[in-house]
């Protein structure tokens, strides 16, 4: 049995909402009125509403709801190079734009790109003060995804948002994951998106909705945004299946980032105490962080599917090799991690550390 | 009280599918398990399923599901683009590409568009032979929806299709409507298809579904328009929303469209009967049909809303002037047009007759 299959057949999950199937939909529709209106091509109660909630959540003047976060970045990126006049952007090496998308941001609209920092670094003041000054606009991701979900403190972000504005700079928020941070932040995200002129959240990952990511910024942003999603073919006749999970999952999740965070320290500090085990970071500040093996992809499956079939307890589906001297895999915590037992995950990551002693 | 407003209150409409509210999502999912998992980024058995079902019913190796059409024709476009390297595309000057896509294909491709006949005709075998050689790809709309949905004989079609395989011209088929034509031309889909390189189909439209599309061709085709799907930030991490919704809806409907055309060509001779009032096409060659008024808008409209009001019937919710004399609307007959009964809608085009006579 591969690692998935184990996984697949635990009783219990230690991260992420629960399986995306279609209950999630199922879940949302069943108490909501029928006879409640279609959105249409971007107008109606339901888009509305939800564009106005985001908004308001978020401090900015307006908000648009987009089928992806992917389509909505691409387009922030673009009016800004085109308010400018010059089409080029400022990111970290390991953006969503530059690892995810199959260079749309350079197929579809020309623009090229500076990477700044180092890739397992966030990126800091001196690289901003640092960058060439023919940069349309700056990307900043919280928390940075790919290197375990890590943020720069509070203070930097202050001071990269203030030499933006000085230089002219446009400042746009990655914020696919905006929500999980504000605990670590002590801040709400209306006063954390007013550090940024365009800001961009998803609706499905500590949120959970089925897909979808809301753009915000002033009027003028807006409106144009509203044009490229009508010429990227993201002006669908309904998005509503999209826009009511968002809203039921927003209501339920958005008060509970806090809690996901605390699990994540715990939980962090279980895998660290385990042999040639390390979480990077080594304390999360967020709902997510990376597990780090010193030890082959191949070893650490096995010892995993055999914890799962001991204990019934998963706690990834895949792990990904590293030049073949070890592995990692994600972890993002949500409603799971509180229907396991405390006494039950100890078990695990005794087992866990026994296990990786005798490799 | 507006046109709308009365329309919206009346027992039965006479065109559509009926109102596009949540409802239509609900029927989808009632009977649907809900531990059947999402699909996962264009991956997926929901996934899969509908698009192989897809491939064979259009009679093509491969078919991709999109969110939209938009998106699914440019990036056809773009494709034949690249292949012939040669950023030309010839299409009908009311095509959707044209004059509904805020011209995301310039912005976005920079392809040039060479606009074929004249804009009140269907693109003849004259108008492609006639046609400069430095274009990569021929777009045909069928039926061409902005003149009330009219339809080259299909021998011409042939020969368009044989004209540009011997000049080395792309042939894409923009068959946002195109199972409703099928009774018409007494053709399968696959046989209409197979004169085509690559075809849309809309699932929201004639079949009824909540939005998307299906991009069908040969493998090598579909493959490059994944990552061009990747892009335009139309690879979601769900579309089942709308994969479920189009394939119910496809079960229930793709076999009714021989009793829509019969319908719209009864329904068509009831207005050609009415004083001042012809539709386009005069006899109709699928469900669709545009009717058209001699008379101003705001009068037509005064008494469309009296006869909604006398009868509880619903023609249509919105007029549009044109040059100030005279107005129309497009009709779209669907599951409603059976509901009504026969003598209620002579008394309808009874009323209709005598109010025009009257202006």
């Known amino acids: 049995m591969n690692l998935f299959e184990a996984f697949k057949k635990t009783d219990k999950q230690v991260a992420g909402h629960g399986s995306r199937n279609i209950q999630v939909l199922k879940d949302v529709l069943e108490n909501f009125d029928g006879e409640e209106e279609s959105d249409h091509y971007g107008s109606g109660k339901i888009i509305n509403d939800f564009q106005n909630k985001m908004a308001r959540y978020l401090g900015k003047e307006s908000a648009v709801f987009f089928p992806s976060g992917t389509m909505a970045q691409q387009i922030a990126l673009r009016i800004w190079c085109d308010e400018k006049g ?15 998308e199959q260079d749309g941001l350079k197929e579809l609209h020309q623009i090229e790109s500076v990477l700044l920092a180092d890739k397992n670094s966030v990126i800091g003041l001196e690289d901003v003060v ?11 991701e919280l928390p940075q995804r790919e290197i375990g979900g890590q943020l720069p403190d509070y203070q930097t972000l202050v001071d990269i948002s203030n030499h933006c ?6 400042l746009h928020l990655d914020g696919a994951r905006l929500l999980e941070v504000l605990p670590y932040y002590q801040k709400t995200a209306a006063e954390v998106c007013r550090l940024f002129d365009s800001v961009y959240i998803s609706v499905y990952k500590g949120i959970g909705g089925i897909a979808g990511a809301i753009l915000a910024g002033d009027q003028e942003f807006t409106e144009k945004s509203k044009v490229w999603k009508r010429r990227h073919g993201g002006d669908l006749i309904s998005l509503y299946p ?67 079939e001991a204990t019934g307890i998963g706690l990834t589906g895949y792990t990904k090799g590293i030049d073949d001297q070890g592995c990692y895999f994600e ?27 005798q490799i």
Chains 1, 2 share one sequence.
């Open 242 to 308: 999209y826009i009511i999970s968002a809203d039921y999952y927003f209501n339920q999740r958005s008060e509970k980032m806090k809690q996901y965070f605390e699990e994540a320290k715990e939980l962090a500090s279980l895998y660290n105490q385990c042999h040639a085990v390390s979480t990077l970071p080594k304390v999360p500040v967020s709902n997510m962080f990376h597990v780090h093996f010193t030890a082959k992809k191949e070893e650490v499956e096995q010892i995993l599917i055999s914890i799962y």
């Open 130 to 140: 640092q960058m060439e000054e023919t940069i349309s606009c700056l990307l900043l």
């Open 86 to 100: 010059m089409k080029k952007v400022a990111y970290h090496p390991l953006s969503h734009v530059e690892i995810h």
């Open 165 to 170: 504005r000085e230089k002219g700079i446009k």
């Open 331 to 357: 972890v993002s915590i949500g409603d799971n991690y509180s229907d396991v037992a405390n006494e039950n995950l100890k078990e695990v990551f005794k087992m866990l550390d026994e296990k990786m002693k």
